[in-house]
């Protein structure tokens, strides 16, 4: 073969060679768009989902945000904020189960950084609703791994509620002096303080704790808006609503600020109040007993 041939041939070659790597390259980058454009699909799909969940949990369609936040955990299985609404829903709805599910879902997830999965889990099992799984000693146990992930997870005033549903009263009382006492968010720990006083008889301290938590019922503060609400406006009353679940014991506290800025507040609505306390409390008692 001539040198000239075989030049040739060599230039066939390498533009052969030049038109097969550019087709496969366009190839592979078809290939990439087409993933990019479902896993952008899935993307706009998970928000769209998520979002909606959000919205209808604020507007309190409970059964239609556990579907929507399910519907989004198919396209993002470790999210974290739907593992922890959807069990938020599920607890709300009495689906116990279900609600532990997920929270040993999100702690799964995030075992180091997820104080909030074990608050929930926590909750769930001082929980005085019937069907739910009462055992006080495991919620201890878990409002106490709460802690050791974040000291400022809230799982103090857990720890001290868990112990007036078990009759401890000075492990009670010392859990509360930890939770921050003097807290102006606080409604929860000036209530509970006062209830012990009151049950010992020292009606004069716990008249003193009782006004002080129905003052910080006043919340002071504009509403604003959460985006991981769903960008629902957060009005006072329903902000109030949410602390209140992050509370054992949320539902008897929270109902002090029918009292807010009442003229005629006298130690007959303590009275009131502490003894429906009492009788919550008695029904804890009736549980452990079983």
Not at 56 to 67: E, G, M, Q
Not at 83 to 90: A, I, P, Q
Not at 255 to 268: H, I
Request: with cysteine; hydrophobic share 40%; aromatic share 10%.
């Amino acid at each position: 073969m001539s040198l000239s041939r075989l030049i040739i041939l060599l230039l066939i070659v390498a533009v052969l060679g030049i038109v097969t790597l550019k087709v496969v390259r366009m190839r592979q980058e078809q290939q990439e768009s087409r993933v990019e454009t479902v896993q952008g699909e899935q993307l706009r799909r998970f928000w769209e989902s998520y979002r909606e969940a959000s919205q209808k949990r604020a507007a309190n369609d409970l059964t239609a945000a556990v579907i929507l936040y399910q519907d989004a955990l198919q396209l993002k299985p470790d999210h974290e904020d739907s593992l922890y609404y959807s069990g938020n829903c599920y607890f709300e709805l009495g689906r116990y189960q279900e609600a532990i599910l997920a929270y040993q879902r999100l702690i799964a997830v995030n075992p180091l950084g997820s104080s909030r999965g074990y608050v929930q889990l926590g909750l769930v099992h001082a929980c005085l609703k019937p069907g739910a799984p009462f055992d006080p000693e495991k919620a201890e146990r878990f409002f106490q791994q709460a802690l050791q992930v974040d000291p400022d997870s809230g799982a103090m005033l857990g720890i001290a509620e868990v112990a007036l549903l078990q009759g401890k009263w000075q492990k009670a009382w010392e859990a509360l002096q930890s939770e921050r006492a003097d807290h102006d968010m606080s409604m929860a720990t000036p209530y509970l303080l006062g209830y012990l006083c009151w049950r010992k008889g020292d009606h004069k301290e716990a008249w003193r704790w009782f006004r002080a938590s129905v003052e910080r019922g006043e919340f002071k503060k504009p509403a604003i808006t959460w985006s991981e609400e769903g960008d629902v406006k957060a009005d006072p009353e329903w902000r109030w609503r949410a602390l209140a679940r992050q509370s054992v014991l949320g539902e008897y506290w929270l109902r002090l600020r029918r009292y807010v800025n009442a003229p005629d507040l006298s130690p007959a609505n303590m009275e009131e109040e502490y003894q429906l306390l009492r009788r919550a409390l008695a029904t804890a008692n009736q549980y452990r007993a079983r």
